[in-house]
């Protein structure tokens, strides 16, 4: 059997036309076939009678297949291992109700 050829593919990033956003929160919802990925911010608002609330401002609507969902997760876990193995665990809080100003 003959040695396989191995190639490599240049890869290049365009990121001229990328827009750059902060979420502090995500909501996510999916279909037979796609995940849909709303990112956004929780901005404290007040409800009915004055009581606290949250606002989910929507910013960006990323939505992928499966397979893609699945690469997304394992990358995301091999990151945040990676920085916990640097820094310590990430600690995970109850989110505090939102403080409204008088």
Not at 55 to 61: I, M, Y
Not at 75 to 98: D, F, T
């Amino acid at each position: 059997m003959a040695d396989q050829e191995t190639r490599q593919i240049q890869l290049r990033i365009d990121e001229s036309k990328m827009q750059s956003t902060y979420a502090n929160t995500i909501r996510t919802s999916s279909t037979h076939d796609e995940v849909v990925l709303d990112f956004g911010m929780n901005l404290p608002t007040q409800g009915p009678n004055n009581e606290p609330a949250l606002l989910f401002a929507v910013g960006s609507r990323v939505i992928m297949n499966w397979a893609g969902a699945k690469r997304l997760a394992i990358s995301l876990g091999q990151v945040i291992r990676q920085y916990e193995e640097r820094n310590g665990e990430i600690k995970l809080q109850a989110p505090a109700a939102p403080k409204l100003a008088d």
